[in-house]
C-alpha cells in the first residue's frame, strides 16, 4: 500500500486542513476588521440660521467601539494557533468563537438605527443638536459584510476547537531536537566524557 492510499484512508492531511481553517480565520477577522472600518451611518441635523446643517459620518468601530478590537484579536488568535500545542487550541478556538459572536452581535444591532440618545450623542452631544429634526441614512452593506465574516468565523474556530487534538503541534516543536539524539550526536559532550569522536565503532 502506497503512502497516498494511507493517507487517504486515515482522512484529510492535517497541515492542509490547518492552513484551510486558519486562512478562513483570517478572512473573517480580515472581513470585519474591513467592514468595521467604513461608514455605517451618514447623520444629519438641520440647524437654524445662521448655522448650517450638522453632519457626521459614523464608522462601524465608532458606532460599536469593541468591534474593531474583537477583529484584532481574532487575527492573533491566528498566531498563537500556529504556535501552541492541541489543548492550547482547543481553548483559542474558544476564544475565537466568542470574539466572532461579539462580532456578530455588533453587526446584527448596526443594521438597525440606533436610539435618539445615542445618535445625538454619535453627532456630537445635544448641546450641539439641540431639538434639530435628525435624519439618519444607513449604509446596510457593511454590517452585512461584517455578520458574513462573523458566521465566517464562528464555522472556522469550531474546528479549531473540534479538531484541534488531531493536528501536530505548533511550529516550535520542530526546533526542538530529540534529547537522545542531541546527547549523543554531540562531539562536544564525546570531548566532555573523555571520548575521541572521530572514532567510530565498527
Not at 488568535?77 to 461579539?102: P, Q, S, Y
Not at 476547537?161 to 546527547?183: D, F, I, M, N, Q
Amino acid at each position: 500500500m502506497t503512502d497516498s492510499s494511507r493517507r487517504d484512508d486515515a482522512g484529510p492531511d492535517p497541515r492542509r486542513e490547518l492552513a484551510v481553517v486558519l486562512a478562513a480565520v483570517v478572512l473573517g477577522g480580515a472581513g470585519a476588521l474591513f467592514g468595521s472600518s467604513r461608514v455605517w451611518l451618514t447623520l444629519s441635523a438641520a440647524r437654524p440660521a445662521p448655522f448650517g446643517p450638522l453632519t457626521a459620518q459614523v464608522k462601524g468601530h465608532t458606532e460599536f467601539p469593541a468591534l474593531a478590537g474583537l477583529a484584532v484579536v481574532i487575527l492573533l488568535a491566528v498566531a498563537l494557533v500556529l504556535v501552541t500545542g492541541r489543548w492550547a487550541r482547543t481553548v483559542l478556538g474558544l476564544l475565537l468563537i466568542g470574539c466572532a459572536i461579539g462580532v456578530g452581535w455588533c453587526a446584527l444591532r448596526g443594521l438597525v438605527a440606533p436610539g435618539t440618545d445615542r445618535i445625538r450623542e454619535l453627532l456630537g452631544g445635544a448641546a450641539k443638536v439641540g431639538a434639530a429634526p435628525i435624519t439618519v441614512h444607513k449604509q446596510l452593506v457593511w454590517p452585512v459584510v461584517t455578520a458574513v465574516s462573523a458566521v465566517l468565523t464562528v464555522a472556522a474556530a469550531l474546528l479549531v476547537s473540534l479538531r484541534a487534538t488531531h493536528w501536530s503541534p505548533g511550529l516550535s516543536s520542530r526546533y526542538a531536537a530529540p534529547a537522545e539524539a542531541a546527547t549523543s550526536d554531540d562531539p562536544w559532550r564525546s570531548l566532555d566524557r573523555g571520548e575521541d569522536p572521530t572514532i567510530t565503532d565498527r
